[in-house]
């Protein structure tokens, strides 16, 4: 499975706080299965609840939750349906005034294509289908009141 170790990746590159303190990201994988069926291939599908815990987190939610949508939209766009029920939920545990424990649940899945290639069976993880591409050749930026609060590199402003 590739897409937890992808989410920390792009969670601590948009985070410096939790690149720098690494240990604060949790991440485990419920209810996998591995769907597949009697076709000729062995490729074969994992379903999973994937479960990211940051622990300790002192900045505005908004910094987790917007580079988090953005790491959807390339990964899992069929999370991205309007309804609340869509596969992405969170939790929070407020541990004071200041820091908050914030538990963020996304159902995954990774298609693996499986091919027979001179006598050994080969896995490659299938990409996602990718969403209309609103970004331009060279990334894209937020402005809110002529002011720009978000740009690529991410970086999250909240005002």
Known sequence: MNKP???????????PELKKN?????VFIDKGQIVSTQAPTFSFEYHYTLNVIITDYSA???NIFIPLLVWVR???PSLLTGKPDSGMSFEAEIINHKNTDISITLALTEAVIVTLEQGKLVSRHAEEPKLLDIT????????????????????????
């Open 60 to 62: 505005h939610s908004d």
């Open 74 to 76: 390339e990964h899992q």
């Open 136 to 159: 331009g050749p060279t990334g894209w930026q937020l402005f809110a009141n002529d002011n720009e609060v978000l740009q690529t590199p991410l970086e999250v402003i909240i005002q």
């Open 5 to 15: 170790s992808s989410l920390r990746t792009a969670l601590e590159a948009a985070l």
């Open 22 to 26: 690494p240990e604060r990201v949790l």
